[in-house]
């Protein structure tokens, strides 16, 4: 397939990403983006008909926990690393608008 | 020069018959370790000699004669947790972050009487070659000082080649980062099967490849604390460990062992220095009475391409947790919408490469091309765990030079493309994707610079690396780790 990676690309994937990139960001990622790219085109020619993924690289089983009660972290700790909290919450940005 | 290294083994048996006082060693490991840091860079914090001693009369408390590895200096890659102590994976945006728990492979060490006396030095979450990424130093190679330690594993690389005190690093590594450093500053480094060391704790990068593994100045110091490391974990849910497989190796003797070199791998490199040094190391195995095959490694290429999607594509998604709310860089949020914020938070925080990768990454993911890149490189992956099962049906080993060149000058690496530089992991790249065992061992050196050669075993056949290696090692004398 044909991959076309432009200023304009650099900037959708810098939206999905929330970067928010300067002009000279975008114009130097652009660059890089496509010739990272175009030295990667060996991808696309390996023969992969008949091929399953490896999502790891050994064969893993789902480990799942017993469904009981057991001791958390104190609510306190799990704030310690922000100076965004307020009454024992975490305080972030508006999320619904007025 | 100071007078030789105890091995960890050595200095555990002396500490145990009191024949050592291990506060003596503990003073001296916090000094060096505080020259390495003005010196070289190595660290991105360090915890001091109060808080270590404090660690240290902690375990005096207790039976300490029953561990494992009582006192043993420690430092530890600062993309992996510590109770207390900042982690900040080398990145501003975990400036200050000061977790509240251990990584498992941490916890086991302490548990044993390890004592972490500081932080290495790491590129910004993992993502470099060099170890030039790093948010607040550049660690310099002790062999040269003008040249770079490798990466992303640098710091730990740097004090490992530089330490007179018996001590183990803790590293990391998703395509070469264990290798590649320890390459570079001359030491040995050990990347285990995926999934054999809890990841619980390591601030991830790509989690189907990140390893938490093992350096140190010889095999048998790695083959002495990997043990204490390699066991199942309930907290990281792909967690194999290494308990109930079968290692028991009967005595390994180089005599008939079989070492088989890909082609492909020995054409890629660049510097006739690297492979002159190879040569002689694999002459030298031959004489032992090694069995050497050349064979063919297809798809060298194709794996680096694809180890760069599916490692960008998993990085842009773990580092979407990264806004700038819970934990890490913030600002105060009132009056932003949330998007405007995250988004601020992440371009004041992230580095070049971070922001490079995580483009790149999203770029492979997004809608239309995820089957062109993401998927295909999943099961490009299948086809190159294929082509090494098959040469490792015949041969007990796959061995070829760690890195194409030796270490290079940092200004140099500054000037180098993006693309350049990840075609620098050719060689590091494909067991990292497969997930194999492997490690990096030192063969020899050039013009006073260390090279490096990879030993790649099958799916957990870690023991077997580790032992054969040793062996190796002591058939080889010291003279070729070059004395700093």
Redo the contacts between chains.
Sequence with gaps: MKIEVDENTVKKVAFLARLKLSDEEIRKYAEDLKSILESFHTLQQVNVDDVDPSFQPVPIKNVTRDDEERESIPQEVALSNTSNKEDGYFKGPKIIEK | MAEKCKSVREFVSEVKAENIDPLDILEKAVKECEKANQDHEAFITLRGSEDTIRDAEQIFSGSWKNLEVPFLPLTVKDNICTEGVRTTAGSKILE???P?FDATAVRLLKNEGAIVIGKTATDEFGFGTFCTNCAFCTPKNPHDPKRVCGGSSGGAACITALATFPHVALAESTGGSISCPSSFCGVVGFTP???VVSRYGLIDYAN??DKIGLMGKSVDDVAFVFPLIAKKD?KD????GLENRKNAIPKPSIKNMKFAIPTECLDAIKDEKVLNVFYKFVSELESEGAKIMRVSLP?I??A???Y??IATAEA?TNL?KF??????Y?E?????????????I??KA?GEEA??R???G??AR?AG?RD??Y?????????V?KSFKKILKDADFILYPTMPVRPPEIQSVRDM???EI??MDVLTVPPN????PHISIPAGNADNLPVGVQIIGD??DDMKVLKASNEIEKMFSEDIVIRI
């Excluded at chain 2, 998927?375 to 086809?383: D, I, N, S």
């Excluded at chain 2, 994707?433 to 194999?436: E, K, S, T």
């Design positions: 200050n972050y000061v509240f099967t995926y999934g189907s490849l309930p849910s792909t967690s194999v798809l290429a194709e680096l391409a694809a760069y999607i842009s979407a806004c700038g709310m819970r934990y890490g913030s105060n949020p009132e009056g932003k919408h949330f998007d405007e914020y995250f988004s601020e992440r371009s992230f922001k490079r995580i483009l790149l999203t770029f997004m091309y062109a890149f998927l295909r490189a999943m099961k490009v992956r299948t086809l765990i493309k993006p693309s990840y075609a994707l497969a997930g194999l799916h957990f």
